[in-house]
């Protein structure tokens, strides 16, 4: 095998690495993964509170009948947040530190309009910031779903 040849492979092994370590699951991604697929019609009367940046509302099973599509984790429901414009992030609300740490599955509640914090470990996160916590014991993210804003459906999945 010639140098060029050995480079080249090295440089194929290497992507390959990296591109499967990069579809792993992160480890501070601690809350298991439950189905979660539904649309919210902003036009609509009650999600109307997401036509402005830094708004945000809880989404649950009993929302608007979508039943287990919007539970998230254990039935404790989905925050949906409006950073910009165009811009939307979706959380489960079990706390992560808790359920990694102590076994508990604690609802989170919005404070501020910007922060979710966690009643049982104090845990303070940023929602304009991915879930990252900011205050607090935890040093686990919140569970992000995927967001897609056409300009008046939002869709929160994760698939």
Do not use: W
Request: one cysteine or more.
């Amino acid at each position: 095998m010639t140098s060029g040849s050995k480079i080249i492979l090295f440089f194929i092994a290497a992507s390959l690495g990296f591109s499967s370590s990069s579809c792993k699951k992160s480890k501070y991604d601690v809350i298991p993964t439950v189905f979660v697929n539904f649309t919210l019609n902003l036009n609509d009367p009650q999600f109307m509170v997401l036509l402005s940046p830094f708004t945000y509302l809880y989404v649950d099973k009993n929302t608007n009948n979508y039943g287990q599509n919007s539970a998230g984790y254990d039935d404790n429901g989905i925050i949906v947040f409006r950073y910009t414009e165009d811009e939307f992030f979706a959380y489960d609300r079990t706390c992560p530190y808790d359920y990694k740490e102590n076994n508990k599955s604690i609802r989170l509640n919005v404070v501020d309009d910007i922060y979710a914090v966690c009643p049982q470990c104090s845990s303070k996160y940023a929602l304009s910031a991915g879930g990252t916590p900011v205050k607090g014991v935890s040093r686990y993210p919140l569970k992000n779903y995927r967001t897609y804003f056409d300009g008046l459906y939002l869709t929160v999945s994760n698939y």
